[in-house]
């Protein structure tokens, strides 16, 4: 069966510090990759869109990788901030379709 | 501008009422997403409507929902007979066109309460 999987366990760092996420799939083609952040009592909030053919990705202090072999994308977050706390999740759209499938999101916690 | 708005931002209900949760697009978007969102989990897709086309109701869990988009704006999301196993979070979003590239745009949720 077609899975999305991202670390359930919160993840804490120290501010300053990079952050790196994780986004492993199994049973997809994604056509495309995108990362949503969510604070809490609010809908997602898009991040980055990075395509099958595309190994990187960045916008200001974002990384977005994407190793179709591996099956996997990595988000990291430089020079974190506690503003940068946050669920993080990803989504993946297959290459015959037009929905997003997300992941169940991985809680970030910058401390100060 | 605006972004997406959803009413009401709370529903409590009791079991076996029927709700309705409404969404309203940015303006001259074309397509619109349905989803819910239980607690602590990724968000499931329910239901899209894309401009005139049909819309895509693979998602939706049960016969008991329907959604409705009127006029290519305005959608609203119907609840029949709530079970507790509807309490979620219902979030709405909209993308200007060509999804999923596009970037799709939420609004901030309904809050679903079944009793």
């Given at each position: 069966s077609q899975k999305i999987e991202q670390n359930s366990?919160?993840?804490?760092?120290?501010?300053?510090?990079?952050?790196?996420?994780?986004?492993?799939?199994?049973?997809?083609?994604?056509?495309?990759?995108?990362?949503?952040?969510?604070?809490?009592?609010?809908?997602?909030?898009?991040?980055?869109?990075?395509?099958?053919?595309?190994?990187?990705?960045?916008?200001?202090?974002?990384?977005?990788?994407?190793?179709?072999?591996?099956?996997?994308?990595?988000?990291?977050?430089?020079?974190?901030?506690?503003?940068?706390?946050?669920?993080?999740?990803?989504?993946l759209v297959p290459n015959a379709g037009n929905m997003l499938t997300f992941g169940g999101g991985t809680r970030l916690m910058v401390k100060p | 501008g605006a972004g997406v708005s959803q009413s009401p931002s709370n529903k409590v209900t009791e079991k076996g009422k029927d709700v309705e949760l409404r969404c309203d697009p940015i303006s001259g978007h074309t397509a619109l997403y349905w989803y819910r969102q239980s607690l602590g989990q990724g968000l499931e897709f329910l239901i899209y409507f894309q401009g005139n086309s049909a819309p895509d109701k693979s998602g939706l869990p049960s016969d008991r929902f329907s959604a409705e988009r009127t006029g290519g704006s305005v959608s609203t999301l119907t609840i029949q007979r709530t079970q507790q196993e509807d309490s979620a979070v219902y979030l709405c979003a909209s993308s200007l066109n060509l999804p999923p590239t596009d970037t799709q745009y939420f609004g901030p949720g309904t809050r679903l309460t079944v009793l």
């Open positions: 366990e919160a993840l804490n760092i120290q501010e300053g510090k990079t952050a790196t996420l994780t986004c492993n799939y199994t049973n997809y083609s994604p056509a495309y990759l995108q990362w949503y952040r969510q604070d809490p009592g609010r809908g997602p909030v898009f991040l980055l869109l990075i395509r099958e053919n595309e190994k990187e990705k960045r916008k200001e202090r974002l990384k977005v990788t994407f190793d179709t072999t591996l099956k996997q994308s990595l988000f990291h977050i430089t020079a974190s901030q506690p503003a940068d706390s946050a669920t993080y999740l990803c989504a | -």
